[in-house]
């Protein structure tokens, strides 16, 4: 069987089979003819189930689209059959297509990944928590200021504004703090400020 000109191969995995794994370059793009294959991610050592595609879905194609590599697992979740649309075959489909409808589906691509990684980009440390709130709430701080018809009295801003001392304290506390876990929300256009306090004496 052919598909613009490339061999289409049917494979079947019997359940807890490997269809693809995460970090390899994507060579195929996948279609489930029988079957469940789950789509999973492992983060900190909890393997997170992402999906399930079913009969007549398609997975695996992202890797395709933008040439990256794999973001997930793809394991059989019982006894399945999935055809495989090689790499050479999409790639000439997708050349025949006008230059829009080609620009469109890369920006959606591109749009889904940064979902994904939104999405797996949560709190996880101690860190990653401090940021999180100094984010969220400096965000508020900035809307009460400019937005005075939300807050007239002025009392919500003042009660934040304490809000963000007491996390400054907070954070003291937890500055010899260990956590062993991987901090994903590093100072970014997403969480800019790490906000610290320095002792007296310390510059």
Known sequence: ???????????????????????????????????????????????????????????????????????????????????????????????KQPPMVKTLIQILADNLRSVHEAYMMRPRSVRDYMNAITFHMGGFIKYLEISKEADPSGDGLKSLKAMEAELDVLREQFVLHEDKRDSVMKPSDSFPITKTRTKAGES
């Open 1 to 95: 069987m052919y598909f613009d000109g490339a061999d289409v191969e049917k494979n079947f995995y019997s359940k807890g089979d490997l269809v693809f794994q995460e970090g390899e370059k994507g060579d195929a793009a996948y279609i489930v003819e029988m079957g469940e294959i789950g789509i999973f991610k492992t983060v900190e050592g909890e393997k997170v189930h992402l999906a399930t595609m079913k009969e007549g879905e398609m997975f695996g194609e992202m890797a395709i689209i933008d040439d990256s590599k794999r973001m997930a697992n793809a394991i059989a979740m019982e006894d399945s059959v999935v055809i495989s649309l090689p790499r050479k075959g999409l790639e000439s489909m997708l050349g």
